[in-house]
C-alpha cells in the first residue's frame, strides 16, 4: 500500500469519504484527461487514468479549462469558481468553466489562450478567495479577450445558491445589463 501511495495509485482515506460526483476535465476533442473527485464530507481529488484501468490520485501534467469543447465553441463564456456552479449555469443554458482547484488554483497562460477573443463574464464567489481569483483572472484576461465583465450576485455566496433562492436565467441576463464593466 505505501509504494502504491507514493506512486500516487492509492488514494488517501478513500474509505471515510463517500464518491458523491465526478468532473470530467477533457482536451479539445472531448477526451478525458482527468477528473476531479467529490467526496462527502466535502473534499475534492484529481484523478487520472494510467491507461491499465488504475487511477493515479493526483493532478494531471495538463491542466485545462473545464469543458474545454464547449468552450472553444462559445463566442460567450461564464468564469465561475466551481464545477457546481459550472453545472448550475449550463443547466440554465449557458457555457461556463472554472479550473481544477478551486479559488487557490494557479490561472495559466493556456487558460487565457483558451478565452481568448471572447467575452467573459467573471462570477466571483462571495468571499474573500473568490474576490481575489477574481482580480487574478481579471489582470490575465485584460485586452486579450473581447470583453470582461464582472458580476457579482448579491443573493448567496455563489451562482448556485442565488438560483436555489428561486432566481431565474431571465434575471440573471438581467443583472448583466447592469453589470460592471471592467475597461480595456
Known sequence: VDALRA???WPENEQRSLLVN????TNERGELLYQVCRFEPKSFRPRYSDGFGNWVWKKHPTQVLYH???VLESPIVFVVEGERDVETLRYYGFVA????????????DSYTDALRGREVILMPDRDAPGYARVRNIARALLGKVARLVCLELEDGKDVTEWFQRGHSEVELIAELDGEKKVSQ
Not at 22 to 25: A, G, K, L, N, V
Open 7 to 9: 506512486r500516487g495509485l
Open 22 to 25: 465526478t468532473y470530467d476535465y
Open 68 to 70: 474545454l469543447p464547449e
Open 97 to 108: 468553466t472554472t479550473v481544477a482547484g478551486g479559488a487557490k488554483a494557479k490561472w495559466l
